[in-house]
C-alpha cells in the first residue's frame, strides 16, 4: 500500500532537535508528514549532515572501487556518500520497471474506477500507472501550489461562466490557475493562450500597456 501524501503547510513548526518554531519555509518538505514538511529545520539538518568525502569507495553492489564522482550524496552518511554508486542504482531502479496497464483501475482517491489513459505512468507501480486519477491530482497540486481547495475551485468555474478571465472564451480543456508570482494570491482561471500570454509579458501592467499601444497604430487614421 502506497503512502499518503500530504501537501506542504504553511504554518510555523517546532524543529524536533533545536526546539525553536520556525516558519515553514525554514523546513524541507516532507509528503509523508501531516504538516508536509520534515521535523528538523534546515539549520539543523545542516548541522547534522557530512561533507562529501574525497577518497575512492567500495560500490556494495558490484564491489567495484570507485571515485567519489560515481556515487550521490547523502549528507548523514560519514563519508557523505551513497553505499551504491550511480550505475549500479540505476539499473536496479530500471529491473523494477513496469510496462502501463491496459484495463481499468480504480482511483485511490476518488475511489471511481476509470480507463488506463485518466491515470499518470508511474513505472514503480505493477499497473505502470499512477495510484490516483489525473482529475484528483490535479485537485491535489491546486491545494499544494495554491491552497486552493476543490469546493473554492468549482465556485470560481461558476462565476467566471465556465469562461477565461480575460479572452471570455469557454474553456476546451482544464483551466491554468492564474497566480499572483509576488505574493500568491489566486487571481482567476484562464485558458492556456492566454496564460501563456500573461507570461510573456511578465505580469508586468506597463509591458502590456506597451503592447496596446503598438497594436493600435496600425488601426489609427
Known amino acids: 500500500m502506497k503512502t499518503k501524501k500530504y501537501p506542504r503547510s504553511k504554518k510555523p513548526q517546532q524543529c524536533k532537535t533545536c526546539g525553536e518554531t520556525k516558519p515553514a519555509e525554514e523546513f524541507y518538505p516532507?509528503?509523508?508528514n501531516l504538516s508536509g514538511l520534515?521535523?528538523?529545520c534546515k539549520e539543523c539538518y545542516k548541522s547534522l549532515s557530512y561533507l562529501r568525502t574525497k577518497d575512492r569507495q567500495q560500490c556494495v553492489t558490484c564491489g567495484e572501487v570507485k571515485p567519489t564522482e560515481k556515487f550521490n550524496?547523502?549528507?548523514d552518511?560519514?563519508?557523505?556518500l551513497q553505499s551504491e554508486c550511480r550505475k549500479c542504482r540505476k539499473s536496479r531502479q530500471k529491473s523494477r520497471e513496469y510496462p502501463r496497464s491496459s484495463g481499468p483501475?480504480?482511483?485511490r482517491v476518488c475511489g471511481e474506477?476509470?480507463?488506463?489513459?485518466e491515470f499518470h505512468t508511474n513505472k514503480s507501480n505493477l499497473s505502470g500507472l499512477v495510484g490516483a486519477c489525473m482529475a484528483c491530482c490535479k485537485v491535489y497540486e491546486r491545494a499544494r501550489r495554491y491552497d486552493l481547495t476543490h469546493e473554492t475551485y468549482l465556485q470560481m468555474l461558476k462565476e467566471q461562466d465556465n469562461k477565461c478571465a480575460i479572452c471570455g472564451n469557454s474553456f476546451t480543456g482544464s483551466p491554468y490557475v492564474d497566480h499572483c508570482h509576488t505574493t500568491g494570491k489566486v487571481r482567476g482561471l484562464l485558458c492556456s493562450t492566454c496564460n501563456t500570454g500573461l507570461g510573456?509579458?511578465?505580469?508586468d501592467p506597463t509591458i502590456l500597456e506597451n503592447a496596446i499601444?503598438?497594436?493600435t497604430r496600425g488601426v489609427e487614421k
Open 30 to 32: 516532507d509528503k509523508r
Open 38 to 40: 520534515r521535523g528538523r
Open 73 to 75: 550524496t547523502q549528507g
Open 77 to 80: 552518511k560519514l563519508n557523505g
Open 105 to 107: 483501475q480504480r482511483c
Open 113 to 117: 474506477t476509470k480507463s488506463p489513459e
Open 200 to 203: 510573456g509579458f511578465k505580469d
Open 213 to 215: 499601444k503598438y497594436l
